[in-house]
């Protein structure tokens, strides 16, 4: 099969540049998945429900023609290939950052027909540390939905937030229920004060736990 076109705005702007690069529907949160680090095709199927295969692997081609992910194969016994972001690919962590932040008043009530994954939420935490001066480490977030851990800060290399417990111990360990995690989320709740209001559960000694009970 030959491969698609490459669509261009063809303006002479570098937003329309970028979102040459981008701007198709799934590109962006294929990013969000692989800021978690080397991805199989299977696992990122799993984590973007929705999303067809036959989009996902054009999307993926598309990426790595233009730069943003690599794919390799895993050394045996794994012999799986996986998807990775390039340096290029990795610099939209802010991009991303910064598109969560504007539409987190649109996240309203979680709606029935909504999917959800625990580490969906990596971002807008990470947004939230960064706010309550968790400095630089790593902290494991317990949610409902599930467990995983995120750097709460300058990410320049390695996954930004990963599924499961934190490897080591982390900075601190944070616990959520679903209502106060969305909260958080929309930015109605600040993190130390759902510690202060008993509506999130840190532990930890690290610098992160402590900037998260100070009142």
């Known amino acids: 099969m030959s491969p698609r076109p490459r669509r261009s705005y063809d303006q ?6 970028a979102l040459d690069a981008v701007g198709d529907r799934w590109t962006l949160l294929i990013v969000r998945e692989l800021l978690a680090g080397p991805r199989r095709y299977t ?20 990426m790595e ?10 050394p045996p016994p794994g012999a799986a290939y996986v998807y990775e972001l390039t340096e290029r690919g990795a610099g939209l962590l802010p991009v991303l950052e910064a598109l969560g932040a504007w539409g987190a008043a ?3 009530e979680r709606r029935p027909t909504d999917a959800v994954r625990a580490h969906w939420a990596a971002l807008p935490l990470r947004r939230a540390l960064r706010q309550a ?35 080591g111990e982390p900075d601190a360990r944070l616990t959520l229920d679903a209502v106060t995690c969305a909260a958080v989320c929309r930015g109605e ?3 130390r004060r759902a510690v202060r209001e008993g509506r999130a559960g840190v532990t930890g000694e690290g610098t992160a736990a402590k900037a998260l009970r100070e009142p």
């Open 106 to 108: 649109e996240l309203g």
């Open 189 to 191: 709740l600040g993190l």
């Open 133 to 167: 001066g968790a400095g630089e480490g790593t902290v494991e977030v317990h949610l409902e939905e599930g467990t995983f851990h995120v750097r709460a800060g300058d990410a320049e290399d390695g996954p930004v937030y990963g599924d499961g417990p934190a490897p």
């Open 12 to 17: 002479y702007c570098s937003a329309a540049r």
């Open 65 to 74: 023609r233009e730069g943003l992910t690599t794919r390799r194969r895993l």
């Open 43 to 62: 696992d990122l199927h799993a984590d973007l429900p929705g999303v067809s295969t036959d989009v996902l692997a054009s999307r993926l081609k598309d």
